[in-house]
T-cell receptor, first 117, second 113 residues
């Protein structure tokens, strides 16, 4: 099946630094990718939709200037957490919908665990 | 009211038991429904889609009641490897070329020897 990779899998950084997370579709093209965030014991929450060739669409309450998204190609989307703070510590997961799927199956990356000290 | 609600559990059952999970959703316009499985500190993986007529995949049976906005998952003959968190997932709506997903918090299942 289709594979989505994420890098890095884990990152620990100091407060105030920026962290970039990459999401790649390995054997298919994805004009759309989704970025989710999951806090401990909480559900995954959609943060934004990354669109190749156009601006990302952010969900209500997600700061677009803090979470920068760039969909550089049909196989790569990046999420940059700018000026990270401890409250940004979370599990960030990207996904890409399967093209041609009758029920729009999503393929998820393995996630990136961010810890901000 | 949360958009997708599940009993968080945990459900502790012995091997071989049958266990059922329930889920309700609030958006009556939702069109796609899924059960995902998430192991500790891992990404969610699709277990099965849920169709109006109900569907079965081996030991797993999913049901959808659109009138009640209710989804269920039945696991028969539980295995130790079934221990995980089961996520009820409903589509949020189309975002560009795909459906974004709305996740429940998940129901934790622990199957014991």
């Amino acid at each position: 099946g289709a594979v989505v990779s994420q890098h890095p899998s884990r990152v620990i950084c100091k407060s105030g630094t920026s962290v970039k997370i990459e999401c790649r579709s390995l054997d298919f093209q994805a004009t759309t990718m989704f970025w989710y965030r999951q806090f401990p014991k909480q559900s995954l929450m959609l943060m934004a939709t990354s669109n190749e060739g156009s601006k990302a669409t952010y969900e209500q309450g997600v700061e677009k200037d803090k979470f920068l998204i760039n969909h550089a190609s049909l196989t790569l989307s990046t999420l940059t957490v700018t000026s990270a703070h401890p409250e940004d510590s979370s599990f960030y997961i990207c996904s890409a919908p399967a093209s041609g799927s009758s029920y729009n199956e999503q393929f998820f990356g393995p996630g990136t665990r961010l810890t901000v000290l | 009211r949360k958009e997708v609600e599940q009993d968080p559990g945990p459900f502790n059952v012995p091997e071989g038991a049958t266990v059922a999970f329930n889920c309700t959703y609030s958006n009556s316009a939702s069109q796609s429904f899924f059960w995902y499985r998430q192991d500790c500190r891992k990404e969610p993986k699709l277990l099965m889609s849920v169709y109006s007529s109900g569907n079965e995949d081996g030991r797993f049976t999913a049901q959808l009641n659109r009138a009640s906005q209710y989804i269920s998952l039945l696991i028969r003959d539980s295995k130790l490897s079934d221990s995980a968190t089961y996520l009820c997932v409903v589509n949020i709506g189309v975002r560009d070329s795909g459906y974004a997903l709305n996740f429940g918090k998940g129901t934790s299942l622990l199957v014991t020897p």
